[in-house]
């Protein structure tokens, strides 16, 4: 009898997985799916893929050709687990000088600012808010404690007190645009803080009770009532946000007043039911606060020690690197779908792909103190994170929730354009709002307000490209036509594209010696694709470049730049 | 079953990807017709003029008398026997026996991002359903698609101007639907348009397509395992492609500036130019929303006569409007077109805030029509003489006019049946072509047939 080949590949990755030295759990369920499931397995990919994936993903950046070059030529086994730690920052040692090159940081920092919409509402407070995180991220804050600390925070203003800004954030004015709707202000605050840090979206329940509208979306949901988004909200109704000294919009963040009241009036919501209990309650367990505890403080334990917690981190920075959450849609939880042992009813299903991947991953996370880069190198270092994302044969739709293949995925609007300066060797530099300071990459700045300014062509590029703004438009990964023509037509590409002085092509092509043609047809190819020329790839650009050498040079970075695997990855 | 349906999604755009500048291709069976109505079919293409902010409808197409209306707003009976400000829309007063004003529309909200997703949509925001709920445009380009000719280069919908914010909410798209559905996104503030190729860099550009055709192996490799998204991204290439070699092009996208001062030489009149230009060169262009901003008046509304926020966008608009239906009639265009004219609601009637201003207001509001067998020059409905409340609706439904009763008309005339559904949404809900539930009420929305007869 024969035995497909597909069923083969992923035995062996299944047994490499258990006999590792130390077994990786990811993998253990993973290819234990897929065997089971009988579903065809991509190959693993190749140095090439691997690298140019993990360096998008864990820095936001491409790798530049030096060290492409290196890491394909070495013959080390342990090479990828090297380029793996290479990506994390040392941790900053006592009396030394940090490290000032920190893509991981950029990276990470610009996903934070984004997650929490750190945006131009909070004025001076977006650099503080993002220097906040990046301080956390370099010193490797346990991110329970990172979070403990946004939501009980106190400051007198938050252009000083960077975490305060998360809280802040979510301040809602009353029509007016003066006074301060402190009971809307905390159920954003609620609202908020139980979609990023649970999962869970409480959108819904936050104007009516979930029976009559969520029955078909979502069954946890469809049973919770909009009190209970009250008693949550009420955790933040001691707390004074306001703007203050005058100065529109820093903001001062204190526990001063005297608590959730019902009878004032929603200016974003139908009104409240006078009549209901909203003594503060944890909505996934009904715990209170303790005697005399404070509300922020009693929330910030309870949020963080329940084990949904830890899911929900883990499952939101999977998606991030995986393409797509164990839970598809990071804050679209079913808290009713989510134990094998206790299951939905029909037609109900489970809702994770993988529920005993994500509740390992989740107690790895919490074993080893909430550690990003635990958390991070765990999922990179899998084996379900170094396939290929070439489909096997046989493959179907259907098969993406087994993770057996790479989700291919656009670049993100900042790795794009960081890439494309990347390619062209164009120097970008983009001022910091509110500071003398200046980015050197999308990835550094601080929000899309510093490239406007700065670039406005390059920012009209992001914004077709679904650049996050931090308000009423989310990050988007989607194709559109203005995309394609951008890139095929736009100036900001025709500049770029040319040997201009100080970019690629101007050093490549007028270095002393000259290298030959193949040598800089090597270099592209390095520098955008990650990976080297195929022979006729190579004879064709060589080609290219015999007659009018600089301006073939520059129709093989348009050739590049306007490959689908350089704008996919 | 799972309520997320992704399996279907993927199915359905993968059915769809190539089939943007192929035209013919088959589309699932997912959409359902109600019950037989007869759509009427009198448009090709559709103009929406999107007045971003809530335009002042005393001051303007239901024109009410105050001590604290200007004089120079200059109003006088027109020759069609009604009260208009000729003073603040000087050449549009010339232009409304093309035009059929409706006084007795109304508005579901008063929060700007909430009013343009209505407008934009039809439907009523959703929370669970916002992310899959189709724009208006997008069901259009959707219904467009099987009626695809060959020739066609120009994608079904087109979105000008409108810049996403915090206040106005970001410009509504395909939702659900295949991503061909959503919209070309235009900014003519930025002149420079990527689709237009100057005439000189044609060859240098010929040549880089054709050696992307022939180098780029990752297209090469592509078929239906690949990822949706990179299919997805080649053929928009290749329809953006079309759309910048069509000959066409450049009459459509690029104007002289002896077109624009026609049009006021404001980005709004670029984009009614332009809009006109797709109209002109039928080249598959179904639904043009143009949005001009600056509509919400909330101080200063008159200012120092005409200095006032109010002035400046009524001259931009009264330009680049009384432009389009003036180039539409001479070009014979009219009589295919459907050109609609609205705010996302109107503003409070009477006396001025301590601001100068007005605020927003959802009962009264006008909504303009013209083109598609639409009788120019007449009235519908009446408000009571502050203009704060309908006191005849003008049409058979009697009820106000609203949102939903404009896209009724917009399918209708478009020849689409306003009673289908897509059945196989994320959410597992049904989503209605026009929903009658609109807040807590059911209603019978229906097309404001009375503008044909």
């Known amino acids: 009898m024969r035995v497909p080949l597909f069923s083969l590949l992923a035995a062996a990755l299944l047994a490499a997985a258990l006999h590792a030295e130390e077994p990786n759990l990811i993998d253990r369920h993973i290819f234990g799916k897929i065997q089971a499931g009988r579903v065809p397995v991509a190959a693993p990919a190749s140095d090439s893929e691997f690298l140019r994936r993990v360096y998008l993903d864990v820095t936001g950046r491409l790798p530049d050709p030096a060290v492409t070059r290196k890491f394909l030529a070495d013959s080390d086994p342990q090479k990828r687990t090297k380029i793996i730690d290479s990506l994390f920052p040392v941790l900053p040692i006592s009396g030394m000088r940090s490290v000032s090159e920190a893509p991981f940081l950029d990276r990470w920092t610009y996903f934070f600012d984004d997650l929490f919409r750190n945006g131009q509402l909070l004025q001076e407070g977006i650099n503080t808010f993002h220097d906040h995180i990046y301080k956390s991220l370099t010193l490797n804050i346990p991110y329970d404690e990172f979070v403990r600390d946004l939501i009980t925070v106190n400051a007198v203003s938050t252009w000083a007190t960077g975490s305060a800004n998360f809280i802040a954030r979510s301040h809602v004015f009353e029509g007016d645009g003066y006074q301060m709707n402190h009971e809307d202000t905390a159920d954003e605050i609620a609202i908020n803080s139980t979609k990023l840090f649970l999962g869970v979206n409480l959108e819904c329940i936050s104007c009516h009770d979930g029976a009559n509208h969520l029955e078909k979306v979502n069954l946890w949901l469809s049973s919770r009532k909009r009190a209970e988004m009250w008693r949550q909200a009420s955790y933040f109704g001691k707390t004074f946000i306001d703007p203050s000294y005058g100065r529109f919009p820093h903001f001062q963040v204190r526990d001063s007043r005297k608590g959730y009241d019902l009878s004032t009036r929603s200016s974003l919501r139908p009104p409240r039911n006078k009549k209901a209990d909203v003594t503060p309650t944890f909505l996934l367990t009904g715990e209170r606060p303790l005697p005399g505890e404070n509300y922020r403080q009693a929330y910030a334990r309870q949020l963080t020690s329940h084990p949904q917690f830890a899911r929900a981190a883990v499952n939101l920075f999977w998606a991030e690197l995986m393409g797509q959450g164990i839970v598809d849609g990071p804050f679209d939880f079913d808290l009713a779908r989510q134990d094998p042992k206790n299951p939905p009813p029909a037609p109900w299903t489970i809702q994770p792909s993988h529920p005993e991947l994500l509740d390992e991953l989740a107690a790895d996370f919490r074993n080893h103190g909430y550690d990003l880069r635990h958390l991070f190198k765990r999922i990179v270092s899998s084996r379900a994170y170094q396939l290929s994302g070439k489909a096997p044969a046989g493959w179907k739709s259907t098969y993406d929730s087994y993770f057996a293949r790479r989700m291919t995925r656009r670049l993100s609007a900042e790795q794009a354009w960081d890439a494309v300066a990347h390619v062209a060797g164009h120097t970008q530099s983009y001022k910091i709002t509110y500071a003398d300071k200046r980015a050197a990459t999308v990835m550094q700045t601080r929000s899309p307000q510093d490239v406007e300014k700065s670039d406005k062509p390059t920012f009209t590029a992001l914004q077709a490209f679904g650049q996050c703004d931090r308000y009423a438009i989310e990050a988007s990964r989607k194709p559109t036509m203005v995309q394609s023509a951008i890139l095929m037509n736009d100036r900001v590409i025709r500049e770029r594209v040319k040997v201009a002085k100080g970019s690629r092509l101007e050093t490549l092509l007028r270095a002393d010696p000259a290298p030959s043609n193949a040598a800089v047809v090597e270099e592209l190819y390095l520098t955008a694709l990650s990976r080297l020329p195929t022979r006729e790839e190579s004879e064709t650009g060589v080609e290219l470049l015999r007659e009018y050498r600089e301006q073939g040079a520059e129709d093989l970075v348009w050739v590049l730049l306007n490959r689908l695997d350089f704008l996919f990855y | ?453």
């Open chain 2, 1 to 453: 079953m799972t309520p997320f349906h992704r399996r279907h999604l993927l199915r359905l755009g993968a059915l769809t990807v190539s089939g943007f500048e192929l035209a013919q291709f088959l589309r699932p069976s997912n959409v359902h017709a109600q019950s037989k109505v007869t759509p009427r079919g009198s448009a090709k293409s559709v103009i929406f003029l999107n007045l971003q902010g809530g335009p002042s409808q005393m001051d303007m197409f239901d024109v009410k008398m105050g001590k604290w209306a200007p004089e120079n707003r200059d109003v006088r009976s027109t020759p069609q026997g009604y009260q208009f400000p000729y003073g603040l829309l000087p050449k549009l007063a010339d232009r409304l026996g093309d035009l059929a004003v409706v006084r007795s529309a109304s508005a579901w909200e008063t929060v700007h991002s909430r009013g343009q997703y209505y407008l934009q949509t039809g439907h009523a925001v959703s929370p669970a359903r916002i992310k899959e709920a189709p724009a208006l445009g997008s069901v259009i380009a959707y219904e467009a698609f099987q009626h695809r000719r060959s020739t066609d280069f120009l994608p079904p919908f087109v979105a000008m101007n409108y810049e996403p914010s915090t206040m106005y909410g970001p410009l509504q798209s395909e939702g659900c639907l295949p991503a061909d559905c959503s919209p070309l996104i235009l900014d003519l503030k930025d002149r420079n348009l990527p689709f237009v190729l100057d005439a000189k860099d044609r060859p240098r550009f010929d040549r880089r397509w054709e050696l992307l055709k022939k180098m780029d192996t990752s297209r090469h490799a592509l078929d239906d395992s690949s990822p949706q998204g990179m299919r997805q991204f080649d053929s928009f290439g290749r329809a953006v492609h079309k759309m910048m070699t069509n000959p066409a092009i450049s009459t459509v996208l690029q104007t002289t500036p002896e077109e624009r001062a026609a049009y006021g030489s404001t980005p709004f009149g670029d984009a009614c130019l332009i809009a006109r230009n797709m109209v002109a060169a039928d080249g598959g262009a179904k639904f043009l929303l143009v949005t001009q901003p600056g509509w919400d008046h909330h101080g200063n509304i008159y200012g120092k006569l005409g200095k006032g926020g109010l002035y400046k966008t009524c001259a931009d608009l009264d330009a680049a409007f009384s432009a389009l239906l003036l180039d539409l009639r001479r070009l014979k265009l009219l009589d295919s077109t459907l050109v609609v004219c609205m705010g996302e609601f109107g503003r409070t009637p009477g006396e001025l805030t301590p601001l100068a201003g007005r605020e927003h207001y959802a009962d009264t509001m006008f909504a303009l029509f013209a083109g598609a067998g639409v009788k120019g020059g007449r009235l519908y409905g009446a408000t009571d003489a502050a203009g704060a409340h309908i006191t005849d609706f003008g049409w058979s439904a009697k009820r106000p006019v609203y949102p939903e009763d404009v896209c009724t008309t917009i399918y209708s005339a478009l020849g689409i049946d306003w009673t289908k559904r897509i059945t196989n949404t994320p959410s597992g809900r049904d989503f209605l072509y026009v929903d009658p539930a609109a807040g807590t009420k059911s209603i019978n929305f229906r097309e404001v047939a009375e503008l044909y007869s």
